[in-house]
């Protein structure tokens, strides 16, 4: 390699073919004569005729430049020049690669996918072979190996495969693979970190020095990959919390709160403190909406440790307190009271009768023994607990006073978990020998087994159960002589729940202990569906993250968590985040129970090279160059053409006149590689300006196209999902469209393009009136438009009180003619243009897709409005690499094929119309013709 300083050449031997350009203009200078065409006269008249003799033309200058140029581009090209080169590996070992591939290394994993790839392209050109180390087990959880050498070529392809796994790196382990290396020499060694240290990067960064040089790329500050930690509950709120590892300065992250099928739910901002590594936000949700969130992630970070699952424990339940109303006679005294102050800090406390508590949703219903439930409250109650709700009664004097005939009513009615001996039972006073009793130690299959019991909790009072064969499977509390304290029974889908005793002190001193609020606590908890029953069982995987988040189906090695209440499941490779348990039990498992710190990658050993991923890395120039010299070379032929007469122009000097033209525009776009990039990367950006040339370019071949919101990342967005969408049609159907084209409203006429997508953003100005003659001339003959709110929503209201996206959707149209919408229906082409289809996803998936409603007859029954919010062009949006740009949920890959199934139909739908739905009426037609 030659070494320029900012340019170096990697076969720099190839250079001396330029020596030859001198000869190679000797040769070109000489042209023969143009062709021309003479007519014969009669034989008799050649007699005698002289042939004159030729001298060959003189080649013009500027087309022996071209030549020359030509020559000169394939020469540089073949040498392989390289723009702001790395250093020459050291050493003349084997190149070693060490990746850490854990979860905090999928952020930017794929900038570290091509700087690891340039440096193994560079190993390639010095010769030298390649190993890779990871630092992450593998699937089936066997320790990190480092590979065999391999030719540097099939060790980019290696890389290039790899994905980042949902699991920690494990350091130490990869430090004892290092023993396998099989190098010979001083290699050079270059470590891809994700930016985090632990107890074994020194030791690690020390060992592979010790194989020669070392170069380590990482992040700082920001960039460094975060943790979400399970939220915690302050009183009835939810509180999203996210570590990071750099806690120098100020941060901020948003949290988003993300329902089971995707839709952001809520957003907040975490503002992390100068010196502080834990951050936190409120996520103010109404009840119902907060107990839908399935997941909290950080926005914009796709790994394992970003995104913390929720499950029934982290949902808040309504609970309903039947209020006794005047049947007690000292409010501070009563139960109600009691059950007020230890139930209201963790819970939503509605207060009332029990007709009012069940016109609205809840969890749980407590009943003081004090009040008295009418025949048309047990049925009312009875009813809802079979539909799931769970009911928490109490035991006193008014259930002990009761007649015979009511006692009975009262076993019957079915709200009691066991059978009730007549009485009470009293512990301690003048005319008994017994004494206040404890509580017994909770039972392993209680929902109290992880309580603490406290000594000084004693029960004066109580009523007995009925003895019966199963009383021990639904008692979850006993005394210390054995007496059920709490029992509990299912009833349909819900349960029953009885204290033995009063909720206040009449009884005992529970109720005034903070074992009493653990209970109740516990108790709700059973209504999220988290039994007893299930303690001490397997939980088998339900669904498992990958390295970037996302949820799947698990593999075969993936295994069952055992339930441990001293030691948690931690993450490992055979068991990875994400869902476990079965129907009645679905237990989310998350990063942040095997990493519970962040801290930054600390000092390395003296003599350590550091760098950092976004460095601007070499670029080479190669295609660049061939690719110029290609273009010219296609324009010299045109030229050499052109000036032998075989293109039809009027004449000789219009030839060369053309020629010299053509020659300055080809050189115009040959001298800048980066115009040619720009014209490849963003052709889609190019407005259809009012001239001929642009016109033709959008009338010649069928494109799609855009409406220029103003903000480069929305239309950036636009444009490449257009592209990604022109991409599938050309793979899929017949359809051979251009790249889409950008359309400014009012300036660029809209007449060239069948469809046009347009994204509503709230900083787009409203429409002035030429715009809006504009759209409506399109509209009127035949055009179709596609509105993108580009939000998620479960439906959508155009008119009324609705999102802010619908609002700027009215603005925006105003002056529009909208014709009347209405849902896609059923049968409608649309939804079997190409493929069939019953939804139509994007980026997010649940919004509504808004048509016209009219009659096949028009416009060949093809829409002139569609309106959504589901961003479809984030579904397409793919790079230059023909990779996805955004995430879509939650459907993950299927969902985007699925995007991609709709915007093929809704292509098809706007150039061919209605064809699908007159396949219908074939078998009548075949019935006509007497087929």
Partial sequence: MMNLGLLAFAQPWLLLALLGLPVLWLLLRLTPPAPRRLSFPAIRLLIGLRVPEETPARTPWWLLLLRLLIAALIILGLAQPLLNPAAQLSGSGPMLLVVDDGWSSARFWQARQIIGGNLLAQAEREGRAAAILTTAPDAQGDPPTVSNLLPAAEARRVLQGMRPKPWPSDRAAALEALEDFAGEGSSPVVWLSDGLGDGDARALAEALQRLGSLHVLREQGSALPHLMLPPATEGVDLVARALRADASGPGRAEALGLAADGRILVKAPLLFAPGEAEARALLDLPTEMRNRIARIAIEGETTAGATVLLDERWRRRPVGLVDAGSQENQPLLSET????????????????????????????????????????????????????????????????????????????????????????????????????????????????????????????????????????????????????????????EGWVVLFHTTANTDWSNLPISGLFVDMLRSVMAVSQGISGSASG???PPIEVMDGFGSLGLPSAAVLAIEPDEDRPAVVTAQQPPGYYGNDSLRQAHNMSTSVTALEPLGDLPGGTTEGLYHESPETDLKPWLLTAALILA????????????????????????????????????????????????????????GNDDRALEATLTTRLAFIETGSSSIDEISRAGLAGLTRVLELRTSVEAGQPLGIVLGRDDLSFFPLIYWPVTAEQPDLDAVAVEEVNRYLANGGTILFDLREASSGMQLFGASSQGTRDLQRLTRGISIPPLEPVPTGHVLRKSFYLMEEFPGRFTGGALWLEAQSENINDGVASVLIGSNDWAGAWAVNRLGRPMNAVVPGGPRQREMAYRFGVNLVMYALTGNYKADQVHIPFILERLGQ
């Fill in 337 to 492: 009271y009691f059950l007020a102050r230890a139930l209201e800090p963790f819970t939503e406390l509605r207060q009332g009768r029990v007709e009012t508590l069940l016109q609205r949703q809840l969890a749980v219903m407590v009943v003081p023994d004090a009040v008295s439930l009418s025949e048309t409250d047990r049925e009312a109650i009875t009813a809802w607990v079979g539909r799931g709700g769970l009911l928490l009664r109490f035991a006193g004097p008014r259930i002990v006073s009761l007649s015979p005939e009511a006692a009975a009513a009262e076993q019957q009615s079915d709200l009691l978990p066991v059978r009730l001996r007549g009485g009470d039972r009293v512990l301690g006073g003048a005319l008994t020998w017994d004494t206040p009793a404890q509580l017994a130690p909770f039972a392993g299959d209680s929902p109290f087994a992880e309580l603490a019991l406290p000594d000084d909790v004693l029960i004066r009072r109580q009523v007995l159960a009925e003895p019966s064969l199963d009383l021990a499977e639904k008692t979850w509390a006993r005394l210390a002589d054995g007496t059920p304290l709490v029992t509990a029974d299912r009833r349909g």
């Fill in 537 to 539: 069982q397997a939980l």
């Fill in 634 to 689: 296609l324009a010299d032929l045109l030229i050499s053409l052109a000036l032998r007469g075989l293109l039809p122009l009027p004449g000789r000097r219009a030839a060369g006149g053309a020629a010299a033209a053509l020659l300055i525009a080809v050189l115009a776009m040959g001298a800048s590689p980066g115009a040619l990039a720009q014209s490849g990367a963003q052709s889609g950006t190019q407005s259809v300006a």
